[in-house]
T-cell receptor, first 116, second 112 residues
């Protein structure tokens, strides 16, 4: 089975621009979660999508948004980029049922975003 | 989710058992203990999880104290490839909760 894939792997943007990152989960996984990792704040949960609906959200401003498609692929968007948005953005997929949660989440390699 | 406390860093000789402690004194009865690790520049990798019984899989063993206020992850025969940051996480499983709350983790260095 192919693992979680994220595109692009590296991205350089300037302040004020917007960016869209993509995540393809493992086949059969309907849940996709997004995390931001920075040296100062560590790994922080952004949001989770399941069956095209956002099910949980972390403590991030509204500039961070996401969506999930019917094939479970997910995108996250960051608008009006700030220098502090420079980070490794990780997505994780998992198999879970509607009312349950998974035992294991599978992480992708991440997208490294640099904001200049 | 309950907060966890881990040592910042640890060293272990190659071939020896690596024992990584985690304190979670405020854990609730329905919270599980999960361990993930992150090798440099890669996404985190699931290792093991448990509720109150000790657990073992092909990667590691998890020992949870009877009062569940602390746990230890054991890598039985550490190799250089086990050098990574190890995260102990507690979370309520079920009810559609996929959120993982990562702390600062323990940076484990395996010494040749």
């Amino acid at each position: 089975k192919a693992g979680v894939t994220q595109t692009p792997r590296y991205l350089i943007k300037t302040r004020g621009q917007q960016v869209t990152l993509s995540c393809s989960p493992i086949s059969g996984h309907r849940s996709v979660s997004w995390y931001q990792q920075t040296p100062g704040q560590g790994l922080q949960f952004l949001f989770e999508y399941f069956s095209e609906t956002q099910r949980n959200k972390g403590n991030f401003p509204g500039r961070f948004s996401g969506r999930q498609f019917s094939n479970s692929r997910s995108e996250m968007n960051v608008s009006t980029l700030e220098l502090g948005d420079s980070a490794l953005y990780l997505c994780a997929s998992s198999y879970r049922t509607s009312g349950g949660s998974s035992n294991e989440q599978f992480f992708g390699p991440g997208t490294r975003l640099t904001v200049l | 989710d309950a907060k966890t406390t881990q040592p910042t860093s640890m060293d272990c000789a190659e071939g020896r058992a690596a024992n990584l402690p985690c304190n979670h004194s405020t854990i609730s009865g329905n919270e599980y203990v999960y361990w993930y690790r992150q090798i440099h520049s890669q996404g985190p990798q699931y290792i093991i999880h448990g509720l109150k019984n000790n657990e073992t899989n092909e990667m590691a063993s998890l020992i949870i104290t009877e009062d569940r206020k602390s746990s230890t992850l054991i890598l039985p025969h550490a190799t250089l490839r086990d050098t990574a940051v190890y995260y102990c996480i507690v979370r309520v499983a079920g009810f559609g909760n996929e959120k993982l709350t990562f702390g600062t983790g323990t940076r484990l260095t395996i010494i040749p």
